[in-house]
């Protein structure tokens, strides 16, 4: 069955420190990861994806992912957060037909 | 290009009324996704449409849902007989041809059943 583990539900970084969002998926196939963020009161936007050729990838808002494909893995990356990137971050995978896999979200908190 | 958009934004029932939300995707945007969020968890699929035609619906989706778009347009969720289960926040998203894994999500309607 396909699924998505965010093994943090909350984590807390200073302003300029640097972070990383983990993401572990279940998938019966060569998988589409998604990462995505969601501001309270909006809706979710799209930070980056995965779909083939090189493992990292970059996203906006100076994010990046790097797919490990032996370890199931597509954490989101980024070298020196900023106080209006605290946010709900949810990882993705899919299609199985047309339906997307969400985790549960990983809520970031930056204190200055 | 003004983004998904959702009414309404918030919506308070009582039990065993009925509700209908309206997503408008990004015109030309072919393909439209309706999404449950519960407070602590991710995105849930619930149904998916390729211009009118409703190709795919989650086994999670009771009978008492019902989603339409006609003409390929705008969309229409309802909830018949609205249970306290169903209180949550309800996601729309769409995509084009061109790139149909690239969801554009709208901002939701928040549901809470009395």
């Known amino acids: 069955a396909q699924s998505v583990t965010q093994p943090d539900i909350h984590i807390t970084v200073s302003e300029g420190a640097s972070l990383e969002l983990r993401c572990n998926y279940s998938?019966?196939?060569?998988?589409?990861l998604f990462w995505y963020v969601q501001s309270p009161g909006q809706g979710l936007q799209l930070l980056l994806k995965y779909f083939s050729g090189d493992t990292l990838v970059q996203g906006i808002k100076g994010f990046e992912a790097e797919f490990k494909r032996s370890q199931s893995s597509f954490n989101l990356r980024k070298p020196s957060v900023h106080w209006s990137d605290a946010a709900e971050y949810f990882c993705?995978?899919?299609?199985?037909?047309?339906?997307?896999?969400f985790g549960t979200g990983t809520s970031l908190t930056v204190i200055p | 290009d003004t983004g998904v958009s959702q009414n309404p934004r918030h919506k308070i029932t009582k039990r065993g009324q009925n509700v209908t939300f309206r997503c408008d995707p990004i015109?030309?945007?072919?393909?439209l996704y309706w999404y449950r969020q519960t407070l602590g968890q991710g995105p849930e699929f619930l149904t998916y449409f390729q211009n009118e035609a409703q190709l795919e619906k989650s086994r999670l989706l009771s009978d008492r849902f019902s989603a339409e778009r006609p003409k390929g347009s705008f969309s229409t969720l309802e909830i018949q007989r609205t249970e306290q289960g169903d209180s949550a926040m309800y996601l729309c998203?769409?995509?084009?041809?061109?790139?149909?894994?690239?969801?554009?999500f709208g901002p939701g309607t928040r549901l809470t059943v009395t």
């Open positions: 015109s030309e945007h072919n393909r």
């Open positions: 993705a995978v899919g299609p199985t037909g047309n339906q997307f896999y």
């Open positions: 998938y019966g196939a060569t998988p589409y």
């Open positions: 998203a769409s995509s084009t041809r061109g790139q149909p894994y690239e969801q554009y």
